[in-house]
């Protein structure tokens, strides 16, 4: 592996960017300023947007010779995760070591070790004078906090792309790459339920006063998936059916049963886990996160709390589905009950596996690593790639984190093949898209 590949991430990781509170704002700065700096050596140019106050936003540019050259737009994020409890580490969280042919650091695989070989593939070709394409550069700060500045720089801007690559993602396993197709959406409602002016004994009132948890409980149950594990299909509202090759391309990937028994779940229903892929990628699921009321001993509290997250499916609508899932809720209450809403929400997205910059893709991808790329959908969310596909810019999804990497957890770490991996992959995907029809 090239040492100045190595040696600049254990630099970058060395900066504790943490946005997700406990960070310093300084150190934020000097992250993107990291990222940016890359940039300008390498003959681009870069500078840092905020965006109503958000963490700095390094935005960039790194132009082709060849002036028809199509533009690709490279996204990835400084900002990472606090360290947590740090007598969990085996070594400190903001000390990157090397051993067992890893990278432990926090932010080795969420997001820095991820994209900074992307990174370093466009400023390497630039130099070479062998860039293909012109590449725009995109690293945020607040990816671990919502996105919010970004999306907004995203909705705003005129230039485009004509493709994009968002290394924030992983392989299958150690030999198989993977192109991330689909990311499903989100709608959270933490809602709060308040009964009374304040808390009673439940021998002298109970039976007779309205109690919170109890309204709660009915809310939740009006909303939550039955037995069998079927959400209600008033919550499943324009869900898009999986094309063929995705369905495919499912049958080669670890069974559901070994997705849940590594993560150390058990299935919801009978049967679960042979719907691993189309529940969690391609289908709404609606969870219980959180309920939050009274004490262990006899009170009828004055208020409960809740939060329930809808997973929104491609295809499904955020405002639509929000609509939805209160006016549920909000049926399964009593009148007496007063009710407060706070919402957050993101759009799913999904690229077609026949779109040509995926296939361009894939065909890097497998050049690359030596194996064709898996088709993915993923359950979680990633913000701007919600904002991209709005905009009707073609994105790859990918990366080189494995399962194994405990990306936001303690230990957190990223193969020294995935880096080498990362790199190899960001310069045949670069060449690839050169292709882009015009």
Not at 7 to 34: E, K
């Amino acid at each position: 592996m090239p040492e100045p590949l190595l040696d600049a991430l254990l630099d970058w990781l060395r900066i504790p960017s943490i946005s997700t509170g406990g960070g310093d704002p300084a150190d934020l700065q000097r992250a993107a300023q990291w990222a940016a700096d890359r940039v300008v050596e390498a003959g681009g140019e870069a500078e840092l947007v905020t965006v109503d106050g958000s963490n700095p936003i390094v935005v960039g540019e790194l132009r082709s010779d060849d002036a028809d050259a199509p533009t690709v737009l490279v996204y990835g994020h400084y900002d990472v995760q606090g360290a947590g409890d740090e007598a969990l580490w085996t070594t400190p969280a903001f000390e990157p070591t090397i051993r067992d042919e890893r990278i432990w650091a926090r932010g080795a695989a969420d997001d820095k070790g991820n994209f900074w070989p992307l990174l370093a593939a466009a400023c390497a070709l630039k130099r070479e004078g062998e860039l293909p394409v012109h590449v725009r550069v995109c690293c945020e700060g607040e990816e671990e906090a919502g996105s919010h500045g970004v999306i907004a720089w995203l909705r705003e801007d005129e230039v485009g792309a004509d493709a994009a690559i968002v290394f924030d993602s992983g392989m299958v396993d150690p030999q198989t790459p993977a192109i991330t197709l689909g990311l499903r959406g989100v709608v959270q409602a933490t809602f709060t339920v308040t009964t009374g002016e304040r808390d009673l004994h439940s021998g002298i009132y109970g039976g007779t006063a309205l109690n919170p948890l109890h309204v709660v409980t009915r809310m939740l149950a009006a909303v939550v998936p039955g037995p069998d594990g079927v959400l209600r299909e008033e919550l499943r509202e324009g869900v898009l059916e999986p094309a063929a090759a995705e369905l495919r391309s499912w049958e080669a990937l670890p069974t559901g049963a070994e997705v849940l028994g590594e993560a150390g779940a058990r299935e919801a229903y009978p049967g679960a886990a042979g719907e691993y892929y189309r529940r969690n990628g391609a289908d709404a699921a609606l969870d219980v996160n959180e309920v939050v009321a009274g004490e262990p001993r006899t009170v009828i509290p004055r208020s409960a709390r809740a939060t329930v997250s809808l997973r929104l499916a491609p295809g499904q609508e955020p405002g639509r589905m929000q609509a939805v899932l209160e006016g549920l809720l909000r049926d399964a209450a009593p009148a007496e009950a007063e009710l407060e809403f706070r919402w957050h929400s993101a759009s799913p997205a999904l690229f077609p596996v026949d779109e040509p910059a995926i296939q361009l893709a894939a065909g890097a991808l497998e050049r690359a690593v030596g194996k064709a790329p898996a088709f993915l959908r993923s359950g979680g969310s990633i913000p701007i790639v919600a904002e991209l596909a709005a905009k009707e810019i073609p994105t790859i999804v990918s990366g080189f984190v494995l399962p194994d990497d405990a990306f936001h957890a303690p230990d957190e770490s990223f193969s020294l093949r995935g880096l080498e991996l990362g790199e190899r992959a960001g310069r045949e995907l670069l060449k690839a898209l050169a292709e882009l029809p015009r």
